[in-house]
C-alpha cells in the first residue's frame, strides 16, 4: 500500500501545479513595435566660382560676362524652406586704385537669370529674370540674386549671373579686380 499512498501524493502534487500555473497561455496573433528614426537638419549654404574673368573691353564701353554658377544647398528639413540669396561688390580697381584706377561697384550691373537647376518643392524666383532687369551692385547695400519661397523639407538652386561693367570713359588702362559676394539667409 506504500506504492497507492505515493501514487496519490504525486498525483496530487500534479493537479496543484496545474492549478497555479492555469491553462496554457494562448498566442498573440499580432505584436506592435515602436519604431522610431530622426531626419537630421543639416545647413543652408552658397558656393560660387572662386574667380571669375570677365573679358577685355575699352574705356567707355560695356564689358561683360557671366561669372559662372551660384548654388544655394538648402539641407535645413524646415517646414518653411524659405530663404533669400543677396550679392554685394566691392569696387573693381587697378594700380593704386586712384579715381581713373576705379570702377565703382555702382557702376557694374547684375542679373542672376533664370534657374538652370532646382531640387525640391516651392517657388524659386530670380532676382533679375533677363538683361532688361538688371540692377547696379553696391558695397553695402545688397541686391536680390534670388529667392526661394514657401515648400518644405531640402532643396537647392543654381544660376550663372551676369555682370555688366560699365567702363567710365577717364579709366586707365590695367586689369581690374574687385570682390563679389553672394550670400544667404
Do not use: C
Amino acid at each position: 500500500m506504500r506504492f497507492a499512498k505515493i501514487f496519490v501524493v504525486g498525483a496530487a502534487a500534479a493537479a496543484a501545479a496545474v492549478a497555479l500555473t492555469g491553462m496554457p497561455a494562448a498566442a498573440a496573433p499580432t505584436d506592435d513595435t515602436e519604431v522610431t528614426f530622426e531626419i537630421l537638419a543639416g545647413t543652408l549654404d552658397i558656393t560660387a566660382p572662386a574667380t571669375a574673368d570677365l573679358g577685355t573691353g575699352e574705356a567707355g564701353t560695356v564689358i561683360d560676362g557671366q561669372i559662372g554658377p551660384v548654388t544655394v544647398d538648402d539641407s535645413r528639413a524646415e517646414p518653411d524652406a524659405s530663404w533669400e540669396a543677396t550679392v554685394t561688390s566691392t569696387d573693381f580697381t587697378t594700380g593704386t586704385a586712384t579715381p581713373t584706377e576705379t570702377v565703382l561697384a555702382s557702376q557694374v550691373d547684375y542679373w542672376s537669370g533664370p534657374a538652370t537647376a532646382t531640387t525640391g518643392n516651392g517657388t524659386f524666383t530670380p532676382g533679375q529674370v533677363n538683361a532688361a532687369a538688371a540692377a547696379p551692385l553696391d558695397d553695402t547695400t545688397p541686391l536680390t540674386a534670388f529667392t526661394h519661397t514657401g515648400g518644405t523639407g531640402n532643396n537647392t538652386a543654381t544660376w550663372n549671373p551676369t555682370l555688366e561693367v560699365n567702363v567710365p570713359l577717364a579709366n586707365v588702362a590695367g586689369v581690374y579686380t574687385g570682390t563679389v559676394t553672394h550670400s544667404v539667409a
